[in-house]
Nanobody, 113 residues
Framework: QVRLVESGGGLVQAGGSLRLSCVAS????????MAWYRQSPGLQRELVAI???????NYADSVKGRFTISRDNAKNTLYLEMNSLKPEDTAVYFC???????WGQGTQVTVSS
């Protein structure tokens, strides 16, 4: 059974940066496609970035050029580097294991103007 634990969220001013981490356990991390989603109050959860197990990445148009998804298979960890943050990036960020449809508990990111 896969378990995902996110960390790294917090409060940051607009223009700042944060790096989120998602540590996976209970499976073979290196073969898994993983993704970051986010959800703001009153809105649907949306895909932010996805990294397939063969390395291809895709990003939501709203974060292209600002966010970078990466992974360290030796540490069973997925990352989301977020730069040039905007108030509209404020949300709870979740990581997801695509294969098992497992979600983490989420980490809050708040960007002040």
């Amino acid at each position: 059974q896969v378990r995902l634990v996110e960390s790294g969220g917090g409060l940051v001013q607009a223009g700042g940066s944060l790096r989120l981490s998602c540590v996976a356990s209970g499976g073979i991390f290196s073969i898994r496609s993983m993704a970051w989603y986010r959800q703001s109050p009153g809105l649907q959860r949306e895909l932010v970035a996805i990294m397939y197990n063969y390395g291809t990445t895709n990003y939501a148009d709203s974060v292209k050029g600002r966010f970078t998804i990466s992974r360290d298979n030796a540490k069973n960890t997925l990352y989301l580097e977020m730069n040039s943050l905007k108030p509209e990036d404020t949300a709870v960020y979740f990581c997801k294991d695509i294969l098992s449809d497992t979600w983490g508990q989420g980490t809050q990111v708040t960007v002040s103007s």
